[in-house]
């Protein structure tokens, strides 16, 4: 077992798909720059100006030059730097990627993959969003968000060879998580959860980086009070895996829910409908979430540690549901 | 110094004191940005900083053009043109460090500087966002006949989005007292402006609007003054909007975080050979505007100036937690259960 980090299993994937003649990559800061958060450091050299493209800040163009070039069997990657700028491409993204398979009958496919970035931290109110419910909101795009490197390097994968428009949201705060990349070959399936721990007192479901805030919490409560929590890591939004959050759910009756967003309308609100549609009579007490506060993100330090999801609020919501 | 009529001639008219104003205010932006990465290094200011070194004269020339009533609206590379504008380098430090005291409470940070109370509207972190921002300004100033006009700062990496031609249009289309302003400074962050644009020569891109434009050295902050006064008395005359291209180059990475692998050492070694700073300090002294002593003079006052925003800053207490709680409405909602 190889030992990687998010950043290094992605760029080790991303050697792989750039074999392929139809694989190019088209972002901003990507090449001359050096890459914004080292993804695609060196590439430019390595692969020259027609596989590693530099693009104008023009977002929807980056988008709209993917969606085009799928239409004629290319396997664009798109990267835009944070996801706050997606923004400017949404016209692209929802009106048309997310559209052309259907609305003309199936004729056109789009096999592009969309890679942007989550994060925070003092970056204020426009830079430190996240929009995975947007985007799982919409019917024709998937929405992938994993949390170790082994995941990320294989549903990177995934997302390549899928013919549908893939949003693979990846987060700046977590490039440097370390993890084991298995030897032999391995597969995992977009629109696959994973148990990411066992346990039976009570079930966490959860994607992205606070699946490794929740293992922190986890362990303690384990060591120090003999509380055992299940977590349950979606790495799938769109389309989302429930069956391994309900299984769990059946036998421990309680649950809390983590995600990286503000806490009203979004995919927190998602999970936790679906667990009380589909395992009601298992309930013991109610669903607590845990997410963003429901303000924008303010620069001060003092006041963001407060915003966002912190292991302090998980276990708190933890002890809340338990008691 | 009673300014001779020479020296009033080749310095567009301005006095003396005007001009030795103009390099105080170069030279405050340069050592409170000296201090501001010195104080992100220090992790008393974090997130993203974008530094202004290199372009002083650029803000000092063009807002110098411009009345204290006319406006202005920028990006996140802002902190020049809030000292230019005369903003207090407390409130300004204070926000960099997250304090209460902050020019926005500590909530926006080095990108997002505001004052209101001296027409500066903020500085806003997605490119070419506010360039429209601008437009509708300069549409409430027509349609409430005012007299004042809207100055707008931006990249070169912010000429190829659809909001930059959108802007070009919706203005010259309602000729808006627009001033926009393009610190060509040769790259966007780290993609060098012949791999991000297909017209290199910011200035040409409005003749696709038949709007006026020019293009200036700007790291010479009188021809810089020259041409914004130009722009200024065109648009303030109701002829409508002006592209000005300002020439520069910045000293530091694009942000704190830059390792600057685009470039090569020697090419901003050869640049600052070129410090706009110097060479207009050179120039006033040479020329017999402002004494050797004045200009030291000058950079002490800045470096106790700086400074003393630190300490004010350091001094001043965090963030007000109320705005974990308000703030977000003007008119709060509830939700109701
Ligand atoms: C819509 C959008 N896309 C990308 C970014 C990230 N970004 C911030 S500054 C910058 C480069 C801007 O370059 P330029 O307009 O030339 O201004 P400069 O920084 O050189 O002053 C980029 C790509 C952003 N803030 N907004």
């Given at each position: 077992?190889?030992?990687?980090?998010?950043?290094?299993?992605?760029r080790?994937?991303?050697?792989?798909?750039?074999?392929?003649?139809?694989?190019?990559?088209?972002?901003?800061?990507?090449?001359?720059?050096?890459?914004?958060?080292?993804?695609?450091?060196?590439?430019?050299?390595?692969?020259g100006?027609?596989?590693?493209?530099?693009?104008?800040?023009?977002?929807?163009?980056?988008?709209?030059?993917?969606i085009?070039?799928?239409?004629?069997?290319?396997r664009?990657?798109?990267?835009?730097?944070?996801?706050?700028?997606?923004?400017?491409?949404?016209?692209?993204?929802?009106?048309?990627?997310?559209?052309?398979?259907?609305?003309f009958?199936?004729?056109?496919?789009?096999?592009m993959?969309?890679?942007?970035?989550?994060?925070?931290?003092?970056?204020?109110?426009?830079?430190?969003?996240?929009?995975?419910?947007?985007?799982?909101?919409?019917?024709?795009?998937?929405?992938?968000?994993?949390?170790t490197?082994?995941?990320?390097?294989?549903?990177?994968?995934?997302?390549?060879?899928?013919?549908?428009?893939?949003?693979?949201?990846?987060?700046?705060?977590?490039?440097?998580?370390?993890?084991?990349?298995?030897?032999?070959?391995?597969?995992?399936?977009?629109?696959?959860?994973?148990?990411?721990?066992?346990?039976?007192?009570?079930?966490?479901?959860t994607?992205?980086?606070?699946?490794?805030?929740?293992?922190?919490?986890?362990?303690?409560?384990?060591?120090?009070?003999?509380?055992e929590?299940?977590?349950?890591?979606?790495?799938?939004?769109?389309?989302?895996d429930?069956?391994?959050?309900?299984?769990?759910?059946?036998?421990?009756?309680?649950?809390?829910?983590?995600?990286?967003?503000?806490?009203?309308?979004?995919?927190?609100?998602?999970?936790?409908?679906?667990?009380?549609?589909?395992?009601?009579?298992?309930?013991?007490?109610?669903?607590?979430?845990?997410?963003?506060?429901?303000?924008?993100?303010?620069?001060?330090?003092?006041?963001?540690?407060?915003?966002?999801?912190?292991?302090a609020?998980?276990?708190?919501?933890?002890?809340?549901?338990?008691? | 110094?009673?300014?001779?009529?020479?020296?009033?001639?080749?310095?567009?008219?301005?006095?003396?004191?005007?001009?030795?104003?103009?390099?105080?205010?170069?030279?405050?932006?340069?050592?409170?940005?000296?201090?501001?990465?010195?104080?992100?290094?220090?992790?008393?200011?974090?997130?993203?900083?974008?530094?202004?070194?290199?372009?002083?004269?650029v803000?000092?020339?063009?807002?110098?053009?411009?009345?204290?009533?006319?406006?202005?609206?920028?990006?996140?590379r802002?902190?020049?043109?809030a000292?230019?504008?005369?903003?207090?380098?407390?409130?300004?430090?204070?926000?960099?460090?997250?304090?209460?005291?902050?020019?926005?409470?500590?909530?926006?940070?080095?990108?997002?500087?505001?004052d209101?109370?001296?027409?500066?509207?903020?500085?806003?972190?997605?490119?070419?966002?506010?360039?429209?921002?601008?437009?509708?300004?300069?549409?409430?100033?027509?349609l409430?006949?005012?007299?004042e006009?809207?100055?707008?700062?931006?990249?070169d990496?912010s000429?190829?989005?659809?909001?930059?031609?959108?802007?070009?249009?919706?203005?010259?289309?309602?000729k808006?007292?627009?001033?926009?302003?393009?610190?060509?400074?040769?790259?966007?962050?780290?993609?060098?402006?012949?791999?991000?644009?297909?017209v290199?020569?910011?200035?040409?891109?409005?003749?696709?609007?038949?709007?006026?434009?020019?293009?200036?050295?700007?790291?010479?902050?009188?021809?810089?003054?020259?041409?914004?006064?130009?722009?200024?008395?065109?648009?303030?005359?109701?002829?409508?909007?002006?592209?000005?291209?300002?020439?520069?180059?910045?000293?530091?990475?694009?942000?704190?975080?830059?390792?600057q692998?685009?470039?090569?050492?020697?090419?901003?070694?050869?640049?600052?050979?070129?410090?706009?700073?110097?060479?207009?300090?050179?120039?006033?002294?040479?020329?017999g505007?402002?004494?050797?002593?004045?200009?030291?003079?000058?950079?002490?006052?800045?470096?106790?100036?700086?400074?003393?925003?630190v300490?004010?800053?350091?001094?001043?207490?965090?963030?007000?937690?109320?705005?974990?709680?308000?703030?977000?409405?003007?008119?709060?909602?509830?939700?109701?259960?």
């Amino acid at each position: 077992m190889a030992v990687m980090t998010v950043r290094e299993a992605l760029r080790s994937e991303l050697r792989e798909q750039l074999k392929d003649d139809r694989v190019f990559i088209i972002g901003e800061d990507i090449g001359y720059y050096g890459s914004t958060y080292g993804v695609t450091a060196g590439f430019l050299e390595e692969y020259g100006t027609e596989k590693i493209r530099d693009a104008p800040i023009a977002e929807a163009g980056i988008i709209g030059i993917g969606i085009g070039a799928a239409m004629l069997g290319m396997r664009p990657i798109c990267e835009i730097m944070s996801v706050n700028f997606s923004l400017l491409a949404f016209d692209q993204i929802i009106n048309h990627a997310a559209k052309l398979h259907y609305m003309f009958g199936g004729q056109i496919t789009c096999p592009m993959v969309l890679r942007t970035t989550n994060g925070w931290r003092n970056l204020s109110a426009t830079h430190s969003q996240s929009f995975d419910p947007m985007f799982a909101y919409v019917p024709g795009l998937k929405v992938v968000a994993p949390a170790t490197p082994a995941d990320m390097k294989a549903l990177f994968k995934a997302s390549m060879e899928d013919p549908d428009p893939v949003i693979f949201i990846e987060h700046t705060l977590m490039y440097g998580v370390k993890g084991e990349i298995p030897d032999e070959p391995y597969e995992v399936k977009i629109g696959e959860s994973r148990v990411a721990r066992e346990g039976k007192d009570l079930t966490i479901v959860t994607y992205s980086r606070p699946v490794h805030l929740c293992m922190e919490v986890a362990e303690r409560l384990s060591k120090q009070e003999g509380i055992e929590c299940a977590i349950i890591d979606l790495r799938t939004i769109r389309p989302m895996d429930m069956s391994k959050a309900l299984e769990s759910f059946r036998t421990t009756g309680r649950a809390v829910v983590v995600t990286e967003e503000w806490e009203s309308h979004g995919v927190q609100a998602e999970i936790a409908a679906r667990l009380y549609e589909h395992a009601f009579d298992y309930l013991d007490a109610p669903i607590e979430r845990v997410g963003f506060r429901e303000i924008p993100f303010p620069y001060a330090t003092n006041l963001e540690d407060q915003v966002v999801v912190t292991p302090a609020r998980i276990e708190a919501a933890i002890r809340k549901v338990l008691a | 110094m009673a300014s001779t009529p020479d020296t009033t001639e080749r310095y567009a008219g301005l006095s003396n004191e005007q001009l030795i104003e103009m390099y105080r205010q170069m030279v405050l932006i340069r050592i409170f940005e000296e201090k501001c990465q010195e104080m992100y290094t220090r992790a008393k200011i974090g997130g993203f900083l974008h530094l202004y070194v290199g372009q002083e004269a650029v803000a000092v020339g063009t807002i110098g053009a411009l009345k204290p009533e006319d406006h202005i609206i920028t990006h996140y590379r802002d902190h020049g043109h809030a000292i230019a504008r005369g903003l207090d380098t407390n409130a300004l430090m204070a926000e960099l460090f997250g304090k209460a005291t902050g020019s926005a409470a500590g909530l926006g940070g080095s990108m997002h500087l505001v004052d209101v109370s001296k027409n500066f509207w903020g500085g806003y972190a997605i490119i070419g966002s506010h360039l429209l921002m601008a437009c509708g300004i300069g549409t409430a100033l027509k349609l409430q006949k005012r007299p004042e006009v809207v100055m707008v700062f931006f990249g070169d990496g912010s000429t190829n989005g659809g909001e930059f031609y959108e802007a070009m249009n919706f203005s010259q289309l309602g000729k808006l007292p627009v001033i926009f302003v393009c610190e060509n400074n040769l790259f966007a962050m780290g993609t060098p402006i012949a791999v991000h644009t297909s017209v290199q020569e910011i200035y040409r891109k409005a003749c696709a609007f038949d709007m006026r434009s020019e293009r200036v050295d700007g790291n010479d902050p009188i021809a810089t003054y020259e041409a914004t006064l130009r722009a200024v008395e065109y648009a303030r005359s109701g002829q409508g909007p002006v592209l000005l291209e300002a020439v520069t180059y910045r000293f530091r990475g694009h942000s704190a975080q830059d390792t600057q692998k685009y470039r090569t050492r020697e090419e901003v070694e050869q640049y600052r050979t070129r410090d706009p700073n110097q060479v207009f300090r050179k120039r006033l002294i040479d020329d017999g505007v402002m004494t050797e002593e004045q200009a030291v003079q000058i950079e002490q006052q800045a470096e106790v100036e700086a400074q003393g925003s630190v300490d004010f800053a350091d001094q001043s207490p965090p963030a007000d937690e109320k705005w974990l709680t308000e703030g977000v409405y003007a008119n709060p909602i509830e939700p109701k259960f």
